[in-house]
């Protein structure tokens, strides 16, 4: 099968499969108050609206209608997943934006409050520009990006053939070392560490040879695995036939789910057995499955999948009770609550989410480190997005939302080396990869390297102007700050003049006296992997030997501009002005 017919059977599938906890889009009522202090301000091609947090929610969505009597409808902003946000700002630059606006909160993905009082659009600044305030005072900044990136199923690693003329299991783990240590990532998750192609159950008997070789080139790499126990060998599949992704990772409940048990009893064992008790009851994570709310990923009922949970919970525990267990590493964030009700251990909770922030599952955690093991611009296979400006942007803006709510963001994934729907054709072919194959950095790999430049400590901000906190957002550390212009709306991915704007950045408490200001940027110019592939030509699906050769001298991000010289007034306040594209990443770097 063709990739562009793998990839229409999957669309397929995924539109008619949909969560199995109840049908797509039907959504119950919660027992919390609508919010309150709704405002929507208008500006340059945008709308921000924002609103009072409501406790013990755990995100927004936010409606739109022509007139205060409705109908109110979700403002769409293309994510393809979930249609809302965990907390304000909210910039709407949709098409049609304007109006009347509401805002409901969630207690659940499935469970809304009802709506705020609507509110109609009020005027905003009459200068389209914001300016960003840095103080002085410091606190402890989360690098939520270092917790965990995702990889395409680790038996790659070992794979010996070819795309684009590059070794893949070379590739992928050169990949792989690179975002451990240009982006300080430390742990990876990946699928089917159980499939067949692992060998891992012969004729009744277990064989952890092929694990043995994959988890040593993981930790060779500087990395700590996040096991994704599954899928299902096909000796205790009861239903072998039913499979996902080419490489036929079978999704079927176990025939025996003692059977399955014992399986992770011995898994678990082996790998304390071989890498210390200590290593893994301290560095590892072991998560049930993935995604089990889709029938895509699961052909059981729900409650064969807590079932599955319960006695796979169990094993691990029986192994070492320290040993960290969760899930459901669903998709949507479903079935959280129903992951709440297990009888079992649950030490963490997983889930998904894309196309927007991560949502505020605080209030239903109970105190569990939150695990978003999988996260991203889109769900959508091989969409131009990913290869985009656009995503880099979106990446920040989930990165600076989560930072000290939750144990990890994943990005999903390090590598462009990715079979799910078929191997890559070209180079640039709308892949999930950080990195393209070849490992040359996408603007979403520089966006994450310009964030490791704020450091350890974190400086305080405050933004006004239009489109604040909204669209522009900062993020100050050290002495260098982070500033991005960014929409969620999907419509806008290859820019808008409209949006673009000039962006003040004021630092406070500086030395007064001559300050050195450097500039590095992320933008249509600047760290733009597609730009300089169509320099090039851009017409073969992969670079010739020549072309490699260009593209790898480049893969770098300089500086944007000569560094120039500022100087700070006597009250120790120093301004820079920037143009900021929309979408476009800035760091000002003083020193």
Same mark, same amino acid.
């Given at each position: 099968?063709?990739?562009?017919?793998?990839?229409?059977?999957?669309?397929?599938?995924?539109?008619?499969?949909?969560?199995?906890?109840?049908?797509?889009?039907?959504?119950?009522?919660?027992?919390?108050?609508?919010?309150?202090?709704?405002?929507?301000?208008?500006?340059?091609?945008?709308?921000?609206?924002?609103?009072?947090?409501?406790?013990?929610?755990?995100?927004?969505?936010?409606?739109?209608?022509?007139?205060?009597?409705?109908? +109110?409808?979700?403002?769409? +902003?293309?994510?393809?997943?979930?249609?809302?946000?965990?907390?304000?700002? +909210?910039?709407?630059?949709?098409?049609?934006?304007?109006?009347?606006?509401?805002? *409901?909160?969630?207690?659940?993905?499935?469970?809304?409050?009802?709506?705020?009082?609507?509110?109609?659009?009020?005027?905003?600044?009459?200068?389209?520009?914001?300016?960003?305030?840095?103080?002085?005072?410091?606190?402890?900044?989360?690098?939520?990006?270092?917790?965990?990136?995702?990889?395409?199923?680790?038996?790659?690693?070992?794979?010996?053939?070819?795309?684009?003329?590059?070794?893949?299991?070379?590739?992928?783990?050169?990949?792989?070392?690179?975002?451990?240590?240009?982006?300080?990532?430390?742990?990876?998750?990946? %699928?089917?560490?159980?499939?067949?192609?692992?060998?891992?159950?012969?004729?009744?008997?277990?064989?952890?040879?092929?694990?043995?070789?994959?988890?040593?080139?993981?930790?060779?790499?500087?990395?700590?695995?996040v096991v994704e126990l599954g899928f299902m060998p096909r000796e205790l599949a009861h239903d072998p036939s039913r499979t996902v992704f080419t490489y036929a990772g079978i999704i079927s409940p176990p025939a025996d789910p003692d059977g399955w048990a014992d399986l992770v009893r011995a898994l678990v064992a082996h790998l304390v057995d071989r890498y210390g008790r200590d290593e893994v009851r301290d560095n590892w994570a072991f998560e049930v499955w993935n995604e089990a709310n889709l029938s895509v990923f699961w052909s059981g009922t729900p409650d064969e999948y807590w079932r599955l949970y319960e006695v796979t919970a169990r094993a691990v525990k029986e192994v070492d009770p320290g040993i960290a267990v969760g899930g459901p590493g669903s998709a949507a964030v479903g079935w959280i609550d129903g992951q709440l009700a297990v009888d079992a251990p649950v030490d963490f909770l997983s889930t998904h989410v894309y196309g927007t922030p991560p949502l505020d599952l605080r209030p239903l955690a109970d105190g569990r480190p939150?695990?978003?093991?999988?996260?991203?611009?889109?769900?959508?296979?091989?969409?131009?997005?990913?290869?985009?400006?656009?995503?880099?942007? +979106?990446?920040?803006?989930?990165?600076?939302?989560?930072?000290?709510?939750?144990?990890?963001?994943?990005?999903?994934?390090?590598?462009?080396?990715?079979?799910?729907?078929?191997?890559?054709?070209?180079?640039?072919?709308?892949?999930?990869?950080?990195?393209?194959?070849?490992?040359?950095?996408?603007?979403?790999?520089?966006?994450?390297?310009?964030?490791?430049?704020?450091?350890?400590?974190?400086?305080?901000?405050?933004?006004?102007?239009?489109? *604040?906190?909204?669209?522009?957002?900062?993020? *100050?550390?050290?002495?260098?700050?982070?500033?991005?212009?960014?929409?969620?709306?999907?419509?806008?991915?290859?820019?808008?003049?409209?949006?673009?704007?000039?962006?003040?950045?004021?630092?406070?408490?500086?030395?007064?006296?001559?300050?050195?200001?450097?500039?590095?940027?992320?933008?249509?110019? %600047?760290?733009?992997?597609?730009?300089?592939?169509?320099?090039?030509?851009?017409?073969?699906?992969?670079?010739?030997?020549?072309?490699?050769?260009?593209?790898?001298?480049?893969?770098?991000?300089?500086?944007?501009?000569?560094? %120039?010289?500022?100087?700070?007034?006597?009250?120790?306040?120093?301004?820079?002005?920037?143009?900021?594209?929309?979408?476009?990443?800035?760091?000002?770097?003083?020193?």
């Amino acid at each position: 099968m063709s990739v562009a017919s793998a990839q229409a059977s999957w669309s397929a599938l995924m539109g008619a499969g949909g969560a199995q906890d109840r049908e797509p889009g039907e959504m119950v009522e919660a027992d919390l108050p609508a919010p309150t202090g709704v405002r929507a301000v208008g500006g340059r091609d945008q709308v921000t609206v924002s609103w009072d947090p409501v406790p013990d929610a755990i995100g927004y969505v936010v409606y739109r209608a022509g007139s205060a009597e409705g109908p +109110f409808e979700v403002v769409d +902003f293309g994510g393809g997943d979930v249609l809302a946000v965990p907390h304000g700002p +909210f910039a709407d630059t949709t098409d049609g934006r304007g109006g009347w606006y509401a805002v *409901a909160a969630l207690a659940t993905v499935a469970a809304s409050g009802p709506l705020s009082a609507p509110v109609r659009v009020g005027p905003g600044p009459a200068d389209a520009r914001v300016t960003v305030e840095v103080g002085s005072g410091t606190v402890p900044l989360h690098r939520v990006w270092r917790a965990m990136v995702g990889s395409e199923h680790l038996s790659h690693l070992l794979s010996e053939e070819s795309t684009g003329g590059r070794v893949i299991g070379t590739d992928l783990s050169n990949a792989l070392r690179r975002v451990h240590e240009e982006l300080g990532v430390a742990t990876v998750r990946a %699928h089917g560490i159980l499939c067949d192609d692992l060998a891992v159950v012969r004729a009744g008997a277990y064989d952890f040879t092929g694990v043995d070789r994959v988890y040593d080139a993981v930790l060779a790499l500087g990395y700590r695995p996040v096991v994704e126990l599954g899928f299902m060998p096909r000796e205790l599949a009861h239903d072998p036939s039913r499979t996902v992704f080419t490489y036929a990772g079978i999704i079927s409940p176990p025939a025996d789910p003692d059977g399955w048990a014992d399986l992770v009893r011995a898994l678990v064992a082996h790998l304390v057995d071989r890498y210390g008790r200590d290593e893994v009851r301290d560095n590892w994570a072991f998560e049930v499955w993935n995604e089990a709310n889709l029938s895509v990923f699961w052909s059981g009922t729900p409650d064969e999948y807590w079932r599955l949970y319960e006695v796979t919970a169990r094993a691990v525990k029986e192994v070492d009770p320290g040993i960290a267990v969760g899930g459901p590493g669903s998709a949507a964030v479903g079935w959280i609550d129903g992951q709440l009700a297990v009888d079992a251990p649950v030490d963490f909770l997983s889930t998904h989410v894309y196309g927007t922030p991560p949502l505020d599952l605080r209030p239903l955690a109970d105190g569990r480190p939150l695990l978003w093991t999988e996260w991203g611009v889109t769900p959508t296979h091989h969409h131009p997005i990913n290869d985009t400006v656009f995503a880099a942007a +979106f990446l920040l803006r989930g990165m600076r939302s989560a930072a000290g709510r939750v144990a990890a963001l994943a990005p999903w994934v390090a590598s462009d080396h990715f079979e799910e729907l078929g191997r890559p054709e070209r180079l640039l072919h709308g892949g999930f990869g950080l990195l393209t194959v070849g490992n040359l950095a996408k603007p979403k790999f520089w966006a994450l390297k310009l964030a490791e430049r704020l450091g350890e400590v974190e400086r305080p901000v405050t933004l006004t102007g239009d489109g *604040a906190g909204s669209l522009v957002e900062a993020w *100050a550390g050290g002495s260098g700050v982070l500033v991005w212009n960014g929409t969620l709306d999907q419509s806008r991915m290859r820019g808008a003049a409209g949006l673009d704007r000039l962006v003040t950045v004021r630092f406070t408490g500086v030395a007064p006296g001559p300050h050195t200001v450097r500039v590095w940027r992320v933008d249509d110019r %600047h760290g733009n992997i597609g730009a300089r592939w169509a320099a090039l030509g851009g017409g073969a699906d992969w670079p010739d030997d020549e072309q490699w050769l260009a593209l790898a001298a480049e893969d770098r991000l300089d500086e944007a501009e000569p560094a %120039h010289t500022v100087t700070a007034d006597a009250d120790g306040t120093v301004s820079v002005e920037i143009k900021l594209p929309m979408p476009g990443i800035a760091y000002l770097e003083l020193s």
